[in-house]
């Protein structure tokens, strides 16, 4: 595993979230009552290789989450991968993405879910003088240090966190437990790229080019991303390949 100058796990002293459960509707619930349009909703992802199970998804898909536990496998090649890399500045209106650097414990979903609304088409459908949108506009102009402040310290977020932790459909675990799973998201920019967006990374992490008519559970989106993890965890021989898949889309109520 990585080292502790290496590790990116926010510090013991950090403020810590209830984790959100690895449900659709917790995670629908908790954008909705921070201002994403109700037109857009969670779902799950039962099956990538199986072209049924996949009809039943509401597409385009505009984000991707992918929720694993943290393999020794997985921070090897996280750390090999951010070594050469310069820890991520973007901020302002042109930046291609919006990136948010995890500080506080257990909140990989709550960060994980705020990639997904806060890029690509995703972001249009968020309702004005929201909370979430206050939080994007103050957001936006500030570097990633200073953004990871904005959502640490924001009280919105936090009751908006703390009431959909509650409503999970098992008991929800206590702030202080250290929860193994761990939540990455994929979004599609204007610029038609696939992203990979981690909040324990150095930055947000561009995977390639998409076709203007390719979302993020494209076939081409799958390889650049959640299939390249799996193939990874599947060649160490982990034998825990224990993940599932959650996508952003529009509402089927």
């Known amino acids: 595993m990585a080292t502790e100058e290496e590790s990116p796990d926010c510090p013991p002293t950090a403020k810590r979230f209830v984790p959100l459960e690895n449900n659709p509707e917790v995670m629908s619930e908790l954008v909705h009552k921070l201002g994403l349009s109700q ?3 969670f779902h799950d992802v ?13 597409r385009p898909a505009y984000a991707l989450l992918l929720i694993f536990p943290v393999s020794a496998t997985y921070e090897k090649f996280r750390v090999q991968e ?16 919006i990136w948010y650097k995890q500080t506080i414990g257990n909140a990989c979903g709550l960060i994980g879910v705020l990639h997904g609304v806060s890029n690509g088409a995703a972001r249009s459908l968020i309702e004005p003088d929201s ?3 206050k939080l994007l506009n103050d957001a936006i102009p500030l570097k990633p240090l200073q953004r990871a402040d904005l959502l640490y310290e924001s009280q919105a977020l936090e009751t908006a966190h703390q009431s959909a932790a509650a ?9 202080d437990d250290n929860v193994d799973l761990h939540y990455v998201c994929f979004v599609k920019s204007e610029k ?33 991303g959640v299939r390249s ?25």
């Open 39 to 41: 037109k857009l909703a």
């Open 46 to 58: 039962f099956s990538i290789d199986d072209p049924d199970l996949l009809a039943f998804v509401p």
């Open 82 to 97: 951010d070594k050469e890399k310069q820890e991520y500045e973007g901020h302002g209106p042109d930046e291609e993405v």
């Open 131 to 133: 909370n979430l949108a």
């Open 167 to 175: 409503t999970g459909d098992t008991a929800a675990p206590s702030a």
């Open 192 to 224: 038609d790229r696939l992203w990979e967006m981690d909040g324990r990374r150095k930055g947000p992490l561009d995977r390639g080019e998409l076709a203007a008519d390719e979302d993020v559970l494209s076939e081409k989106a799958l390889e650049l």
């Open 229 to 253: 993890f799996l193939k990874r965890e599947a060649e160490a021989g982990g034998g825990d390949l224990r993940f599932s898949l959650i996508v952003l889309a529009e509402s089927l109520d």
